[in-house]
């Protein structure tokens, strides 16, 4: 497991580092995108999206869950915050039998072992269902740094770690 934090300065800036990102998944893997409304996390994805030479454009599947985007290999894109609706909180890490079934429904553990790379956004409820991930859980910055985010990515595997470490020198180096 790996624990690192990069900046960005500009909403640019991430959706640079979410294209470099993008240029570098395979199938099979998982980004688990947190943080709060209004952060970046859809700009970041947008930049993922264009990584993989997706043209459509990428916006959040609030109603759907789930969205599919041919690229040079496909991208689900899953926005699971509706999912805690019920709970009345959207960082609830309780898997109740309520967002199970919707999991179901959508039929996660497919996604899983399909051929796409997955990015999920609130990611709480998945957490501990996916054996290895890039978390990505994005911070904004107090005053006057208003433009600041600092990317807290941590890792909890092989190929998550492998993935960050490409990443990371593609956007240091
Ligand atoms: N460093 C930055 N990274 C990302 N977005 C930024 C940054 N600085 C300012 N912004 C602005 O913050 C907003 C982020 O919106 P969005 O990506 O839709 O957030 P979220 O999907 O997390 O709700 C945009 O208006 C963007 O221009
Ligand atoms: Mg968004």
Redesign the pocket.
């Known amino acids: 497991m790996r624990e690192m934090a990069l900046t ?4 640019q ?3 640079t580092m979410g294209e470099r990102l993008g240029a570098l998944l395979q199938p099979g893997d998982v980004i688990l995108l947190s ?12 930049g993922v999206a264009a990584g993989l030479q997706i043209r459509e454009e990428v916006t ?1 599947p609030t109603f759907t869950l789930v969205a599919e985007y041919e690229g040079r290999i496909p991208l689900v894109h899953m926005d699971l915050y509706r999912l805690y609706e019920a709970q009345g909180e959207a960082d609830g890490t309780a898997l109740t039998s309520a967002v199970e079934h919707a999991l179901q429904a959508i039929g996660f553990a497919d996604y899983l072992e399909g051929d796409a790379a997955l990015l999920i ?1 609130w990611p709480e409820a998945v957490r501990d269902l996916v054996a290895d991930a890039l978390s990505i859980e ?1 911070v904004a910055q107090p005053l006057p740094r ?4 600092v990317l807290h990515c941590t890792t909890t595997g092989w190929r998550s770690l492998n993935l960050l470490d490409e990443w990371v020198k593609r956007w240091l180096f």
Request: aromatic share 4%; no cysteine.
């Open positions: 960005t300065r500009s909403a800036q991430t959706r943080g709060g409304l209004g952060v970046g996390k859809t700009t970041f994805t947008k959040s956004e994005m208003v433009d600041e985010r």
